[in-house]
DNA sequence: CATAAATTCCCCGTTTCAGGGGAGGAGGAG
DNA sequence: CTCCTCCTCCCCTGAAACGGGGAATTTATG
């Protein structure tokens, strides 16, 4: 097996120490460099390659998600291996469609690590079990959740906002009848019967971001 | 300065690592063990003592706070530094107020980390910059919230739970008129003027949780 | 014990929401 | 062009919520 050469990008400097320290244990593993932020790490691969890169999702200057994307348009032959504290299946979901090789949560065991890490190198995919289990959560929750239109979405936001139908109607420049329509479809969309388990159930499934 | 032992509880081993690698490089700080749970932290300290607890406030088993208060009961000798990855204000001050020592985020600088370990052993408290505008946001945050009796409380869940007030009163066995009062307390305290706006505004300050 | 706070309940009226139905026009997909 | 979805708007009725008051009883609390 040849030397992997991997990148860091953690805004945790315990985490960076972390995982160098796993990685100085492995003969065929070598630690190119490390970013704290998505910024710095753009500016190395302006000049530098390596084989796999270990991205934190939450960045001080812009999400996984973004990074992930830019790095593999610029660099399609980087292996991304994406790393988080928190097991939202919705980021496992997105990283992946970003283009990233595999996700693993920071609860690993130093040989999981390892192996994620060489597997990702060699181009194959790795999710830890939890990763792996919250992706087809996050699956199985967007295949039941109904598709709200454009409009019933703008609705909801403004019922969130605590605006009444009226004052709905108002600021999109439409009837009232139109906004109790829409709102009468909110509620048999999502299987509620008034606005507080509209609420309850939107807040729940990510569809309103407090 | 004396040797500071410490004791690291983290479930996350490339955290662990991380600190201990830190440390390591600090001759006056040694690393008494760790434990990645509550349960075999605990045992530890049946038959052991150290100067510094390292504690992240997420654990599998058992919240850091109550780790934190059950350790400082068996061992009020002990100082405990609490880690966490997130900003939660609520949670500093849980910390604070069940007797830790310490509070700092894990994107800590190494010679932060450091000067926190030391100043936790020898006594004092230590916030680094975030957490203590983190807690001085959610003291703030505290005092402007307007106080809820226990039967608001039940009220405002029960509405949270999609009922009527005509449900809500069969469910206390009191009459709907009842509810009808606690209901305009609630909106009356809160400063809000419908349902919608009343969700919206206890989720945003965690008066419900999802 | 006296006072304050909380809980309970009622009146009135108005507004908003919920549920049922129908219907025309705009725009995209096949 | 046709079908289908979305958006728009309307009718109706009943239920629920909002807003303003008042008042009795229990429960803390000083």
Redesign the interface.
């Known amino acids: 097996m040849s030397l992997v050469r991997i990148f860091i990008v953690d805004?945790?400097?315990?985490?960076?120490?972390?995982?160098?320290?796993?990685i100085q244990r492995e003969p065929n593993i070598e630690l190119a460099g490390f970013a704290m932020n998505a910024a710095s790490c753009l500016a190395y691969f302006v000049n530098n390659t390596v084989d796999v890169v270990l991205m934190d999702i939450n960045l001080p200057d812009k999400s996984g998600i973004d990074l992930c994307r830019e790095l593999k348009e610029k660099h399609p032959a980087i292996n991304i291996l994406a790393i988080s504290?928190?097991n939202q299946g919705t980021y496992v979901k997105s990283m992946m469609e970003q283009g990233a090789s595999g996700y693993i949560f920071?609860?690993?065991?130093?040989e999981e690590?390892v192996e994620a890490v060489t597997s990702v190198a060699s181009g194959k995919e790795y999710l830890n079990f939890e990763a792996g289990f919250a992706m087809r959560e996050e699956k199985h929750r967007m295949e039941r959740l109904p598709v709200l239109t454009r409009r019933e979405k703008e609705v909801l936001h403004l019922?969130?906002?605590?605006?009444?139908n009226l004052q709905i109607a108002d600021r999109l420049f439409v009837s009232q009848s139109t906004i109790d329509s829409h709102r009468k479809s909110l509620l048999a969309k999502l299987g509620?019967?008034?606005?507080?388990?509209?609420?309850?159930f939107c807040?729940?499934n990510g569809l309103i971001k407090?």
Not at 193 to 200: P, R, V
């Open positions: 805004d945790h400097p315990m985490v960076i120490e972390g995982m160098a320290a796993m504290s928190f920071k609860n690993v065991t130093r690590f019922i969130a906002e605590g605006l009444t509620v019967k008034n606005t507080a388990a509209l609420m309850k807040v729940e407090l």
